[in-house]
């Protein structure tokens, strides 16, 4: 609610058609502060008229009007896209499968990864479930499966699934010709928590697997901000979100 207080204003000052070219010769300026506008608010805000738009724009190129969405909203657009067909009862999982398969069927270097990304981060225990177990295809790259379990693992709702399936599965994904590749960015997924607890159990679970590694010095750096983190959330959340509920 803070954040679309915010946002609003700015975003009707600025204006936002998401459809290709609308706002080509602009100052680049201007076009970098309208995105992060639109990001806060149909990110951290869930605006529903902002999402209702990029939605829209999403299912009318979906549907073959590519002029309906810019590329520089497929991320959000095919988020909120998804998002409401989430509330479709059995919609979401069906949604993200035919996302997942118009990327695969692409070969833009801009939409393909932009809607595997979408899958993968959509938050929706169901939809990630899937993606960890059976979104695998002859046609999905080595580096964008990883890309995929990972995105599973840095979403904040389906965090602890996306973690638990990689520690599970560690062997397997830090050994042949990907182990460089994953070892260097593995770290990096488990930026995002914030306790002591989780930090003494990723240097348990992630430590022996990475000693020697590329990884070795980046899990150690993300393991004592996880920390960090996890000592400053228990001092003071309470007075933080006290403060922060007076801003409302």
């Not at 960890?132 to 964008?144: G, I, P, Q, V, W």
Request: glycine share 12%; aromatic share 8%; proline share 3%.
């Amino acid at each position: 609610a803070f954040v679309g207080k915010l946002y609003r204003p700015l975003l009707a000052k600025a204006g936002f058609n998401p459809a290709q070219g609308a706002y080509a010769g602009e100052e680049p300026e201007a076009s970098q502060r309208r995105a992060q506008y639109v990001g806060q608010l149909s990110g951290t805000a869930r605006d529903a008229a902002v999402r209702g738009k990029l939605a829209g724009a999403a299912k009318a190129w979906l549907a073959g009007d590519k002029a309906a969405l810019d590329p520089s909203w497929y991320g959000a657009a095919f988020g909120a896209w998804l998002a409401a067909e989430d509330r479709i009862e059995g919609g979401g999982l069906l949604a993200a499968k035919k996302l997942y398969g118009a990327a695969l069927a692409s070969t833009d270097p801009l939409f393909r990864p932009s809607a595997l990304g979408v899958v993968a981060r959509s938050g929706k225990a169901d939809i990630a479930r899937w993606v960890l177990e059976d979104a695998r295809d002859k046609r999905l790259r080595l580096s964008e499966r990883l890309s995929l379990v990972m995105g599973v693992a840095v979403s904040g709702r389906t965090r602890d699934m996306g973690y638990d399936w990689m520690r599970d599965h560690s062997d397997e994904m830090l050994s042949g010709g990907a182990g460089i590749f994953l070892g260097a960015r593995l770290p990096q997924v488990f930026a995002g928590y914030c306790s002591v607890a989780k930090a003494d159990a990723i240097l348990k679970d992630f430590a022996p697997k990475l000693a020697g590694k590329t990884g070795e010095l980046e899990l150690a750096r993300t393991v004592e901000r996880v920390r960090s983190c996890g000592v400053l959330k228990e001092k003071r959340a309470v007075e933080v979100s006290a403060q922060i509920a007076r801003l409302k």
